[in-house]
């Protein structure tokens, strides 16, 4: 496995010669490991490469526009690991919110996996907290059937980044809300509420005291919160007495 900046120099990037690259940068053991976690994805698509080869990689591109614009702008990929480049590099040189979000707007649809969804982490969003609802509540907005890792990375972006000085209990309500039945949004839900009870612990627990959502969901998230070291021990035998 060679080392990600042998492979970007100073040469102009072509799709191809970043499909070159990722290609240099696989792990066979890795390949194998991945395609267990990811029932969602084509075997043959997934090459192999560890995420933290690939963060490397992304970084030496990323304050270079001009040099991944074609890559950026060439959909689908061809490849699960071109897909968690591409999320990687959403977002790497610029300070507009409505460009980010439009990145986001363009690769969302073509993501078919969960571990892709959650990869993708603009560095502008940790610095715009207070911006990030009105586009999360559009995301969660989508049918959770046929747009399912939209939907799911809405309420990710919930539970990263506004369960701390800019949580309403109005987030609650809308990820409650969300009819899906699918099981990638559920698991999301779950988790954004275990987090919610984590850090938001006297607000949140009314949902659960009477429940507010599906039952898989809501035992899933009682399980989760009982699983942090952050829940004391009192309150996790009381969580698990709520389930359904």
Not at 31 to 38: D, E, G, I, P, T
Not at 101 to 115: H, Q, R, S, T
Not at 123 to 135: G, T, V
Request: charged content about 20%; hydrophobic content about 35%.
């Amino acid at each position: 496995m060679a080392n990600a900046s042998e492979h970007t120099q100073h040469r102009p990037l072509s799709v191809e010669s970043i499909r070159t690259d990722l290609e240099a940068l696989s792990d066979a053991s890795y390949r194998s490991f991945q395609m267990a976690l990811m029932p969602t994805v084509d075997p043959n698509r997934v090459l192999g490469v560890r995420v933290p080869v690939l963060r490397s990689y992304a970084q030496t591109l990323k304050h270079n526009r001009p040099r991944i614009t074609s890559f950026l702008e060439q959909l689908p990929h061809s490849s699960y690991d071109e897909d968690n480049l591409h999320a990687l590099l959403i977002g790497a040189d610029t300070t507009d919110m409505d460009a980010t979000c439009k990145e986001l707007d363009i690769f969302l649809p073509y993501v078919d996996n969960w571990a892709t969804c959650d990869m993708i982490k603009p560095p502008l969003f940790a610095r715009n907290k207070n911006e990030i609802h009105p586009y999360a509540y559009q995301w969660m907005q989508a049918n959770p059937k046929t747009s399912t890792y939209t939907v799911r990375y809405g309420i990710n972006c919930l539970r990263t980044y506004l369960l701390d000085d800019l949580f309403t209990t109005k987030l609650l309500d809308e990820v409650a809300h969300i009819s899906s039945g699918t099981y990638y949004v559920d698991m999301a839900r779950a988790w954004f509420f275990a987090e919610a009870l984590t850090r938001q612990y006297d607000a949140t627990l009314p949902l659960f005291t009477t429940p507010h959502m599906d039952a898989w969901t809501h035992n899933k998230a009682l399980q989760k919160a009982r699983e942090s070291r952050r829940i004391p021990a009192n309150q996790k035998g009381f969580l698990n007495s709520l389930k359904i």
